[in-house]
């Protein structure tokens, strides 16, 4: 494979919180690289039985038409990067590369997905390797950048994604969902090839690797300001299988592809009840709108699409979208399509509900599909364009809490019924949430002060027995609600029981 360029997608992972899995700096000297067993060869690269050697740094013990490839031995997650600081690449003849996803076994073994770097002009690219431990092809996926000597790349897949970061920058990103062949497993390493003078004009001056990065909290929210492409924000967004995914540049996100373009979240992982909100850019052609419910690992586009048509506003519905690319109207709406209008769609069950500037414009209950996932954003056209987004977790607001009492009970009457039995009335109060109570208190005399409770009633009358006969008596009632507060008293009401 001479002057190959192998390219692999990277996310921005500038900072994992992990410590790497494993390393090397590779000091010392060795040919064949070992490292006491910490390295396997990939064979099936290497017609002549070209290796990895060592010395100060890593590069081929054999130039073209052989490459030195090597995996690690230690055990990585499926999710995982490999990360190379690039030592020297002395022309567009010499290339270096981290790889993975590289299969260790079987029909397949020495495939992998591989960042091929080189100097400008040459062939940087992110490649699949099909291999079968004596032959390899290599197909092409997605261009990449120029390096220079001292460059960190670190190659990254994680699900059927496969991204790179140079220097701490997305660099490229690939959804392989929709290929018919992909790797979903296997381990890491390195890769590099040189057809020049020297053996050392293609060296790797260190290696690492580990897990991916993973989804933590429930919402996010982006105003996208800065200029990235593609569209990485510290490793929250991803293409949906068959796009590039989204760029951004003053102040707004912009479509890659001339068509369709989606994309989703992963730096969070929502709960299946959520939302997806955009706040419209420019919206005098395409469309577009918010998603939810994408599943990341599918092989084709999913999720439930709030669409908004700038050409034609009968055109815009919210439209379920197909695993095969397509996408399919299930409730069609004719809005006005305003330049900083912000768009939410809601997952609750199986209803969907869409709202313009917080307000509801209408449900609809879907077939089932999609129960759970990321949300996004799609696109039709560059522009059509998404000044800020939001969503994840759909949560109630909580009300502030009840502070407000109850108003005083009025018109408190006290009526002798016997000698041992007074009757109290009085008309109900009021309160801003429910009044569930009223405190009645009594104390003995006409101008008594000293009120103790003697009863908890739920309506406006109370009959207060036991009494002693021929002596007067004083009331007040006061009302209570759910929350706790006591409103004022009532008047003071008084009567004497009867002497007999």
């Given at each position: 494979?001479k ?7 990277l ?17 010392g000297?060795?040919?064949?690289l070992?490292e ?6 990939l ?11 060592k ?9 073209w038409?052989?490459?030195a490839?090597?995996r ?25 590369g981290?790889i ?14 591989l ?5 400008p ?21 997605v ?104 760029r951004?540049?003053?102040?707004l996100?912009?479509?890659r ?32 709108g918010p998603?939810v ?33 397509t996408?399919?109207?299930v409730?069609?709406?004719?809005p006005?399509?305003?330049s ?14 869409v ?42 607001p909580?009300?502030?809490?009840d ?12 009526v002798?019924?016997?000698g041992?039995?007074i ?5 109900a ?17 006409a ?23 021929n ?5 007040r ?6 929350a706790?507060n ?11 029981t009867?002497?007999?």
């Amino acid at each position: 494979m001479k002057n190959i360029a192998l390219a692999l997608a990277l996310l921005p992972v500038a900072a994992l919180a992990q410590a790497p899995i494993a390393s090397s700096n590779f000091a010392g000297a060795e040919d064949p690289l070992t490292e006491n067993g910490a390295w396997a060869a990939l064979t099936s690269l290497s017609p002549n039985g070209g290796r990895f050697q060592k010395n100060s740094g890593a590069f081929p013990d054999r130039m073209w038409p052989d490459h030195a490839g090597a995996r690690t031995t230690a055990v990585v997650p499926t999710d995982h990067y490999s990360e190379i600081i690039v030592g020297h690449v002395a022309n567009t003849s010499s290339y270096v590369g981290p790889i993975v996803r590289v299969q260790a076994s079987g029909a397949s073994i020495d495939s992998h997905y591989l960042w091929w770097t080189t100097q400008p002009n040459g062939l940087n690219n992110l490649y699949r390797i099909d291999a079968n431990g004596t032959s390899y092809t290599a197909t092409g996926l997605v261009p990449a950048s120029p390096v220079s000597d001292g460059d960190t790349l670190r190659l990254i897949a994680r699900g059927p994604v496969i991204y790179g970061i140079k220097n701490g920058v997305r660099d490229f990103i690939y959804n392989t969902g929709r290929d018919g062949a992909k790797y979903s497993a296997g381990t890491t390493g390195i890769l590099a090839f040189t057809s020049d003078a020297s053996v050392a004009d293609a060296k790797i001056a260190a290696w690492s690797t580990g897990a991916a990065p993973a989804s933590s909290g429930t919402r996010d929210s982006s105003a996208f300001s800065g200029v990235e492409n593609p569209l990485d924000e510290g490793d929250r967004w991803y293409p949906l299988p068959g796009y590039s995914g989204f760029r951004k540049a003053g102040g707004l996100a912009i479509g890659r592809d001339s068509g369709h373009d989606a994309t989703g979240v992963w730096s969070i992982a929502p709960p299946a009840t959520q939302y997806s909100e955009v706040t419209l850019g420019t919206a005098v052609t395409g469309g577009g709108g918010p998603i939810v419910r994408i599943d990341r690992n599918a092989a084709g586009q999913t999720g439930w699409l709030l669409f908004l048509s700038a050409e034609n506003a009968a055109g815009s519905g919210l439209f379920k979208m197909n695993p095969d690319g397509t996408f399919t109207m299930v409730r069609s709406f004719a809005p006005l399509i305003l330049s900083g209008d912000k768009w939410r769609l809601t997952a609750n069950g199986n209803t969907l509900e869409v709202f313009r500037n917080g307000v509801s414009q209408f449900t609809f209950t879907t077939d089932g599909s999609y129960p759970s996932g990321d949300v996004g954003m799609e696109a039709l056209t560059p522009a059509f364009t998404f000044a800020g987004w939001e969503g994840g977790e759909l949560t109630v607001p909580t009300p502030p809490p009840d502070t407000q009492p109850p108003t005083a009970p009025s018109n408190l009457t006290a009526v002798p019924a016997s000698g041992s039995q007074i009757n109290l009335m009085w008309m109900a109060a009021s309160d801003n949430v429910g009044v569930t109570g009223y405190l009645v208190e009594r104390c003995q005399g006409a101008d008594c002060s000293a009120f103790s409770q003697i009863a908890s009633v739920n309506g406006t009358n109370f009959n207060d027995t036991g009494l002693a006969a021929n002596t007067s008596y004083s009331y007040r009632v006061r009302a209570t609600d759910a929350a706790g507060n006591l409103g004022p008293y009532s008047n003071v009401a008084s009567a004497s029981t009867l002497p007999f």
